[in-house]
């Protein structure tokens, strides 16, 4: 699980997040039940991809761009079409035999 202090820390830090901005956040997210990153999203504080890149760090995860990633028919066909969409998972590589697997959250644990 992200540690929220440690999430906290790391968009200040890498999305130059000031403190009052942080609060603004947290309110704004506690007054719509959303998490933090998805609340500092829909406030514009930081481009998304930062955001996520911010959530992969302090998730101990590797951050991978979906715009970048070589997708080839075979490799998304790995995983259900339906699966993707519902999850948010997009399979970007096999490494060692090994499918990888790109979610739009770190809690996510499903297996494809």
């Known amino acids: ?9 790391e968009l200040a830090a890498s999305c130059g997040i000031a403190a009052a901005d942080l609060e603004k956040a947290r309110t704004f997210a506690a007054s719509k039940g959303l998490p933090l990153e ?3 999203a829909s406030l ?25 990633a070589k997708l080839t028919p075979e490799l998304v066909g790995r995983v259900p079409a339906d699966r993707i969409e519902q999850h948010g998972a997009l399979p970007v590589l096999v ?13 996510k644990t499903w297996v494809a």
Not at 1 to 9: N, S, V
Not at 46 to 54: G, L, Q, S, Y
Not at 95 to 107: E, H, S, T
């Open 95 to 107: 490494k060692d035999g090994v499918l990888w697997v790109a979610i739009d959250d770190p809690l």
């Open 1 to 9: 699980m992200t540690d929220p202090k440690a999430l906290e820390a």
């Open 38 to 40: 998805r609340a500092v």
């Open 44 to 68: 514009g504080l930081a481009p998304e991809d930062m955001i996520w890149r911010a959530i992969a760090k302090v998730s101990g995860l590797p951050f991978v761009d979906p715009g970048k």
